[in-house]
């Protein structure tokens, strides 16, 4: 089983930054499909970025695309979600995930896919 630990969450103004890390153990992170997810209060769970461990190919909700980048450092069990020019829809709680499991293309989104998940960070966007 693997555990994910995320870090790196916080309030900020919008138009800011913010890098979440996300930590994986039990498993080596070499063959795991990794990815974020956000929840907003009283919203479900939704899709924000993945990356492949083959590739390292990246995918991402369109909400996200060109202010998101998720990336990987497999030497330290780590995946990272760089985000720029936040606005206060992007304010979540955002959870790692993570599976081993081959995706089939339209799959990355949906929840049901991801087998192990952190227990998530908050991100606050605020003026």
């Not at 916080?10 to 795991?32: D, M, N």
């Not at 479900?44 to 998720?70: K, M, N």
Request: proline share 4%; net charge positive.
């Amino acid at each position: 089983q693997v555990q994910l630990v995320e870090s790196g969450g916080g309030s900020v103004r919008p138009g800011s930054s913010l890098t979440l890390s996300c930590v994986a153990s039990g498993h080596t992170t070499t063959t795991l499909n990794l990815a974020w997810f956000r929840q907003a209060p009283g919203k479900q769970r939704e899709f924000v970025a993945a990356i492949t461990y083959s590739a390292h190919s990246e995918r991402y909700a369109q909400s996200v695309r060109g202010r998101f980048t998720i990336s990987r450092d497999d030497s330290r069990s780590t995946t990272y979600l760089k985000m720029t020019s936040l606005k206060p829809e992007d304010t979540a709680t955002y959870y790692c995930a993570a599976t081993g499991d081959v995706i089939l293309g339209g799959l990355w989104p949906d929840v049901q896919t991801w087998d192990s998940w952190g227990q998530g960070t908050r991100v606050t966007v605020s003026p």
